[in-house]
């Protein structure tokens, strides 16, 4: 089976903080996404990327960036955390043309 | 992609056929529909997925209709493990970015 291991369960980050989030897949996939889950508004796509040392803006990039130096690894960058980044943040991976495998997510709260 | 319409939320006695409906009356050729789940504090996971034909796996049958506009899921002997949001969504099998609504909450009941 695919994995895709976030890094950390809960995280507790201090505003302004520079945050990194990690999330690492084991199986080859070209495709990894971020997304982040508030209650009532589902998920909603902040950044993804098709292959290494790309990305493309998702819905609500603001405040985020990401890196892919490797084809196995996907960061997710809070440049200076504020409280309304305050959410569950979910990680997945998909071949092309394929339904995605998630994480088990991070759970971050900025104080 | 074509938009979905779910039911916020669903109950179904623990043992019976639980039928989770999606409108997708805007749904294109070559969108496929795809159902995930997402159990309390994890990450969403696959269930199924098809085009035009009635599928089933090990977990659940989909059933589309002819004109494709609409489709239902059937966990055909639902259990207090199944109890989660279930999201319905159609997408084009090219450009790999899936929109997740809302979703309907199951509940299975004892």
């Known amino acids: 089976d695919v994995k895709v291991t976030q890094s950390s369960r809960y995280l507790v980050k201090r505003t302004g903080e520079k945050v990194f989030l990690e999330c690492v897949q084991d199986?080859?996939?070209?495709?990894m996404f971020w997304y982040r889950q508030d209650p009532g508004l589902g998920l909603r796509l902040i950044y993804f990327?098709?292959?290494?040392?790309?990305?493309e803006k998702g819905d609500i990039p603001e405040g985020y960036s990401v890196s892919r130096e490797k084809k196995e690894r996907f960061s997710l960058i809070l440049e200076s955390a504020s409280t309304n980044q305050t959410s569950m943040y979910l990680c997945?991976?998909?071949?092309?043309?394929?339904?995605?495998?998630f994480g088990s997510g991070t759970r971050l709260t900025v104080v | 992609d074509a938009k979905t319409t779910q039911p916020t939320s669903m109950d179904c006695a623990e043992g019976r056929a639980a039928n989770l409906p999606c409108n997708h009356s805007?749904?294109?050729?070559?969108?496929?529909v795809y159902w995930y789940r997402q159990i309390h504090s994890q990450g969403p996971q696959y269930i199924i997925h098809g085009l035009k034909n009635n599928e089933t796996n090990e977990m659940a049958s989909l059933i589309i209709t002819e004109d494709r506009k609409s489709s239902t899921l059937i966990l055909p002997h639902a259990t207090l493990r199944d109890t989660a949001v279930y999201y319905c969504i159609v997408r084009v099998n090219t450009g790999n970015q899936f929109y997740f609504g809302t979703g309907t909450s199951l509940t299975v009941i004892p």
């Open positions: 997945a991976s998909s071949l092309e043309g394929w339904g995605y495998t």
């Open positions: 805007t749904i294109s050729g070559n969108e496929y």
């Open positions: 990327s098709y292959d290494v040392k790309m990305k």
């Open positions: 199986m080859d996939h070209e495709n």
